[in-house]
């Protein structure tokens, strides 16, 4: 059986880190994820999907992402079934969170200033590169077994 889900998008709200009654740090949130097809005269969609992250990874998603942030998603869909507050029987699915990463640039995250390196000066030497003549290489006898 395989069951491996990837996603990226935003946040669609801060995570707030929760802690079970056993001690278990838990965050949940939902990330929303453009779709890559778009029908001629319409709008993109975009799905909102609902993901679970536990222990070390909830805290982590909730220390460094924030609404807005982008994030990529790796792990696992679960189904829960629950009653909602009409007695009528739900299904929620979600994504159980192995992994989590930043992607985007620091620019993205709307709280860290990516800075790129200073540009080499313009009249900087341009870097030399010998060129090889045909004089310095040799044929290789065919009749002999190859040096790979």
């Given at each position: 059986?395989?069951?491996?889900?990837?996603?990226?998008?935003?946040?669609?709200?801060?995570p707030?880190?929760?802690?079970?009654?056993?001690?278990?740090?838990?965050?949940?949130?939902?990330?929303?994820?453009?779709?890559?097809?778009?029908?001629?005269?319409?709008?993109?969609?975009t799905?909102?999907?609902?993901?679970?992250?536990?222990?070390?990874?909830?805290?982590?998603?909730?220390?460094?992402?924030?609404?807005?942030?982008?994030?990529?998603?790796?792990g696992?869909?679960?189904?829960?079934?629950?009653?909602?507050?009409?007695?009528?029987?739900?299904?929620?699915?979600?994504?159980v969170?192995?992994?989590v990463?930043?992607?985007g640039?620091?620019?993205?995250?709307?709280?860290?200033?990516?800075?790129?390196?200073?540009?080499?000066?313009?009249?900087?030497?341009?870097?030399?590169?010998?060129?090889?003549?045909?004089?310095?290489?040799?044929?290789?006898?065919m009749?002999?077994?190859?040096?790979?």
């Amino acid at each position: 059986m395989l069951n491996c889900a990837v996603i990226m998008g935003r946040l669609t709200a801060d995570p707030e880190l929760r802690t079970t009654s056993s001690g278990i740090s838990v965050t949940s949130f939902s990330v929303a994820v453009d779709r890559s097809y778009v029908r001629p005269g319409e709008d993109r969609q975009t799905d909102f999907i609902n993901v679970v992250a536990w222990r070390q990874t909830a805290e982590f998603v909730t220390r460094y992402f924030h609404k807005g942030s982008m994030i990529a998603v790796q792990g696992s869909i679960q189904t829960r079934n629950y009653e909602d507050k009409s007695g009528a029987k739900r299904t929620a699915f979600e994504i159980v969170a192995d992994n989590v990463s930043f992607c985007g640039s620091k620019n993205d995250a709307g709280t860290t200033t990516f800075q790129a390196a200073p540009a080499a000066p313009v009249d900087a030497p341009a870097p030399s590169f010998s060129t090889a003549s045909a004089t310095d290489f040799q044929a290789a006898d065919m009749e002999d077994e190859l040096p790979f």
